[in-house]
Structures are given as C-alpha cells and as structure tokens.
C-alpha cells in the first residue's frame, strides 16, 4: 500500500461564516486567522480495489466518519476520477484532546482533502491536486466550510466579496496585505466546557434559513469584510479586537434568536467577558476576545504583550476554565506534508 501523510490546522474566525446554501456556498464571507497547535495529522494508505474506506480515529475504528467520509471521496471522485475504484485506510489524530470541546471539523476535513488531493496527483503523476492552494481549499470546503480556510495561512478569506480581488465562494484565498504584527497573535483558547457542542453546525447553519434578522446579518458581514481589510492593512490592534468582538455577539445572537433558540454561553463564558472587559480599561492592552458557536473563549492578543496577558489569565480566568484547560494556540502558515 502507498500511504501519504498531511497534518492541517484549525482555524479561529474573526469575520463568521454563519449560513450557506447550495453544495456549501457561504451566504457571507468569513475571515479567519490560521492556527498552529491544534491541528489533525491524517494519514491515508491506499491500493486499488473497490472503493472501500475504513476510518480509524486516534487508533479506535469509526464506521459512523467512514460513512461521512465515503460520500465526501465520492463527492470528489466527480473532480479527480483517479480516486475511483482506490481502497483507502485512513489514520487520524488530533493534536488536542478529544474533550477539550473545540472538535475541529476545520483541521479534520482540510488535512482529509489534502491527503485525498496527493493521492490523486500520485495516482495520476501529477503534484497539480496537492499544491495547488485554491483547488485543494474548494475540495476541503466540500467537506466543511470552515476546512476551507485551513489550507494555508497566516489569513484566509473565504466568499466573494467586492472588498478584494480574486476572492470566491468556490475556494478561500490567501490575505497577503496585512501589518505583520498579525502574524504574531496568539490565541488562547479557554475551555469553559469540554461538553460535545449543543448544536452541531450544519444544523446551526440551517437555523439561518427564515431567520429574521438573515439578510442584515450577511449584509453587515460582507461590511465587516471591507472593514477589517483596511484594519489589517494598517495594523490597528484595537479596531481588529473590536470587530472580533461585535462579530462574535453578533454569531451567538443569532442563535439566541433561532427558531427554537440556542443560549450557547455559561455563566463561565459572561464572567470572562466582563473580567475582558475590565482588564483591557484597566491596563489598555488590545487583547480581545472571541467566540465560536459554542461556550468557550478565544482570547486574542498580539505576541508583544503575551508575558502580561498569561499571567492575568492564570491568576484571574484559570477558574473559570472547567480542569483549568487552557490551550495556547498561536497564528500559523498553514498544513505541512508530512511524508509519502
Ligand atoms: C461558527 O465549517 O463547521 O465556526 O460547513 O457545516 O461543516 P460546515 O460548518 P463549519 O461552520 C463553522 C462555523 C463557525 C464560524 C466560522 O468558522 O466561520
């Protein structure tokens, strides 16, 4: 069997895809910063046969993904007809616990259509497929919006926007104009419950559909789009947290709004924010923070004022997070081969 190996990192949006339609079309377009330690490392080995795929996660088989995967290589078997016919033995991990209430179908389905991409382009003596940052971003969104913006870094922009050239849909593209001091965020992500999340995302998504604030919501997310390009060309730190911030009110509002509704914080999460709130007017320091369709915080800040921002967090958050899990995360470049 020939095996190929890729390892994908999550990402944190700071602009949300919140809504889609058609063959996972975002209804706005969402920015995202890429990450670097929580990531999945996939392995795929394959020798040709009868299209049959077993899935094993961190060693334990898992026919339930098996089936996901087995539509998505069937969905990109219309793109890359090498990968018809092929057996497939995949392996993957993830760099974070299990439990830390941050599964990651970003890093999961973008290291899975890196890997089904080299597989191709071995299959079909071709490196096109796996290097290619555009056509492997539209085979991961297939599999997950979010995927789409893993595939390389610092930034990714995902959905056409007037905002920017050469933006889609289709496929996230590369944000090359941007202050350096971007590059250098950190994100610590504070786990105020490891709980599966309470509503999964493809079910979230469809609470968008009749929902009655939808249109102003993608409207002022395509505003946000325009906005935030002009924040990172110019590096201002403060208007980059505040619209991390407005957007990630603006996410959970939606849900509090959804028919039936969803209240996605705990008390944990409120006490985080207010104590935010009040170290940022206490010390001024552009740390801010934001959130994903779930309870837990990501805490973003710029690399030059991590030593006082960890030790606030230790000595004021830790109490908040459930086992005191924090995970300290930091912008990355995107997915590295690992071997084939
Ligand atoms: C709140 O990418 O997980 O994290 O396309 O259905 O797989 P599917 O959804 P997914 O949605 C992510 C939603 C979000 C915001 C974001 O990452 O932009």
Not at 301 to 325: F, H, M, R
């Amino acid at each position: 069997m020939n095996e190929i190996t890729w390892r994908s990192p999550s990402n944190i949006a700071i602009v949300k895809y919140w809504g889609k339609h058609g063959e996972q079309l975002p209804a706005n377009p969402s920015i995202s910063l890429t990450l670097s330690e929580a990531y999945t490392e996939t392995s795929i080995a394959y020798q040709e046969g009868s299209g049959h795929i077993e899935f094993f996660f961190e060693g334990v088989k898992n026919d339930a993904f098996a089936a996901r995967v087995t539509s998505f290589v069937s969905r990109l078997e219309q793109e890359m007809p090498s990968l018809a016919g092929l057996d497939f033995r995949i392996e993957s991990s993830n760099s974070f616990p299990h439990s830390a209430g941050i599964a990651s179908s970003a890093s999961a389905m973008s290291a899975l259509a890196l890997c089904l991409g080299s597989v191709a382009a071995q299959v079909a003596g071709s490196m096109h497929e796996a290097t290619d940052v555009s056509r492997v971003s539209h085979f991961a969104r297939l599999g997950s919006g979010s995927a789409a913006r893993s595939v390389a870094g610092p930034l990714m922009l995902w959905g056409e926007t007037p905002a920017l050239k050469g933006t889609s849909d289709e496929f996230a593209v590369v944000v090359d104009d941007v202050d350096s001091v971007f590059e250098t965020y950190r994100d610590s992500i504070l786990i105020v419950s490891d709980e599966e999340k309470q509503v999964k995302s493809s079910a979230g998504h469809a609470l968008m559909n009749g929902h009655p604030y939808a249109q102003k919501r993608f409207e002022l997310a395509g505003q946000r789009i325009a906005a935030i390009l002009d924040i990172l060309r110019e590096g201002d730190v403060h208007a980059f947290g505040k619209l991390a911030e407005q957007e990630a009110m603006d996410l959970h509002a939606m849900m509090m709004t959804s028919t039936p509704p969803f209240l996605l914080m705990r008390p944990g999460t409120v006490s985080i924010i207010e104590a935010l709130n009040a170290y940022r007017s206490d010390t001024g320091h552009p740390v801010y923070m934001t959130l994903d369709a779930g309870p837990n915080v990501h805490m973003l800040y710029p690399n030059e004022i991590a030593a006082q921002v960890l030790e606030w967090i230790e000595s004021d958050l830790k109490k908040y997070c459930t086992g005191g899990k924090i995970l300290h995360d930091k912008v990355g470049h995107g997915p590295k081969f690992i071997t084939s």
